[in-house]
């Protein structure tokens, strides 16, 4: 059964931190593209960064790029994002996504996690 459990979201002051985790199990982790996506509210759910299964390169949507960090450990399971400096407008359900090249439709979700960024 594919399973992916997001956990670290939570309210966080303007300018402050939060690492969300990503575990995954059920399917061969280590071949899979990892991606984290949000979903404001009111809007649709939008890509945040990803990280490649063969070299772990990233790459990160332009409106969190110096700020947020993706990575993983395949030993472990895990797809992680530091997010650093965080502002109003990153306040969102935050979801991990795994997606294998060249397999159909969106891949496997995760229920997401909350973050919200309030003073």
């Known amino acids: 059964q594919v399973q992916l459990v997001e956990s670290g979201g939570g309210l966080v002051q303007p300018g402050g931190s939060l690492r969300l985790s990503c575990a995954a199990s059920g399917f061969s982790f280590s071949i899979y593209v990892m991606r984290w996506y949000r979903q404001a509210p009111g809007a649709e759910r939008a890509w945040v960064a990803s990280i490649t299964s063969a070299d772990g390169s990233t790459n990160y949507a332009d409106s969190v790029k110096g700020r947020f960090t993706i990575s993983r450990d395949n030993a472990k399971n895990t797809v992680s994002l530091q997010m650093n400096s965080l502002k109003f407008e990153d306040t969102a359900v935050y979801y991990c996504?795994?997606?294998?090249?060249?397999?159909?439709?969106?891949?496997?979700w995760g229920q997401g996690t909350q973050v919200t960024v309030s003073s």
């Open positions: 996504n795994a997606r294998r090249p060249g397999m159909l439709g969106s891949g496997y």
